[in-house]
T-cell receptor, first 114, second 115 residues
Framework: GENVEQHPSTLSVQEGDSAVIKCTYS??????FPWYKQELGKRPQLIID?????GEKKDQRIAVTLNKTAKHFSLHITETQPEDSAVYFC?????????????FGTGTRLKVLA | DTEVTQTPKHLVMGMTNKKSLKCEQH?????MYWYKQKAKKPPELMFV???????INESVPSRFSPECPNSSLLNLHLHALQPEDSALYLC??????????????FGSGTRLTVV
């Protein structure tokens, strides 16, 4: 079945350094790739997304890159801050009988050390 | 209003109880979702409603019964649950425009404990 692999499962960086989280998807028909940030005890929040007709998208300190050929997409956070500490989930959309759903990656726990 | 509101925030129920979770959004989104999330795991899809019709049921046990009374409301009726059903239940909504995908807006969730 369809799946999304996400690495690493945990990531610790020093404040100010960059963090990169990588995902690989299996369904070549997937065309939308959102990233969610979930702080402890809170809801997942959409932080950035990318569609399959775009190779890169940036929003301030956050960027996402997509390689459709390799079925890889990655989240890049620059100049990390303690408030970036959270669990990050990638997702890929798949179409099931005309309805879209997301397959989530297993999550990356990011710790930014002050 | 750019939020998805879920009630209650916390729920403790016995295995013989019947309870309902509620979800409401006023963003005009026509797709609504129920997800179950266990600790340190990703959200796991349960149901998808598109234009108030159930379009995906991810083989969820019948002790969970969804309902979409109108385009703004989504309920999840619970009956005869098991302790392993204890989890965070998340509601989400998204736009539906042709074949384009849009990101979800998640509610804050209902933390359910079955005793």
């Amino acid at each position: 079945g369809e799946n999304v692999e996400q690495h690493p499962s945990t990531l610790s960086v020093q404040e100010g350094d960059s963090a990169v989280i990588k995902c690989t998807y299996s369904d070549s028909a997937s065309n939308y790739f959102p990233w969610y940030k979930q702080e402890l005890g809170k809801r997942p929040q959409l932080i950035i997304d990318i569609r399959s007709n775009v190779g890169e998208k940036k929003d301030q300190r956050i960027a996402v890159t997509l390689n459709k050929t390799a079925k890889h997409f990655s989240l890049h956070i620059t100049e990390t801050q303690p408030e970036d500490s959270a669990v990050y989930f990638c997702a890929a959309s798949i179409n099931t009988s005309g309805t879209y759903k997301y397959i989530f990656g297993t999550g990356t726990r990011l710790k930014v050390l002050a | 209003d750019t939020e998805v509101t879920q009630t209650p925030k916390h729920l403790v129920m016995g295995m013989t109880n019947k309870k309902s979770l509620k979800c409401e959004q006023h963003m005009g989104h026509r797709a609504m979702y129920w997800y179950k999330q266990k600790a340190k795991k990703p959200p796991e899809l349960m149901f998808v409603y598109s234009y108030e019709k159930l379009s995906i049921n991810e083989s969820v046990p019948s002790r969970f019964s969804p309902e979409c009374p109108n385009s703004s409301l989504l309920n999840l009726h619970l009956h005869a649950l098991q302790p392993e059903d204890s989890a965070l239940y998340l509601c989400a909504s998204s736009q539906v425009l042709g074949t384009a995908n849009y990101g979800y807006t998640f509610g804050s969730g209902t933390r359910l404990t079955v005793v």
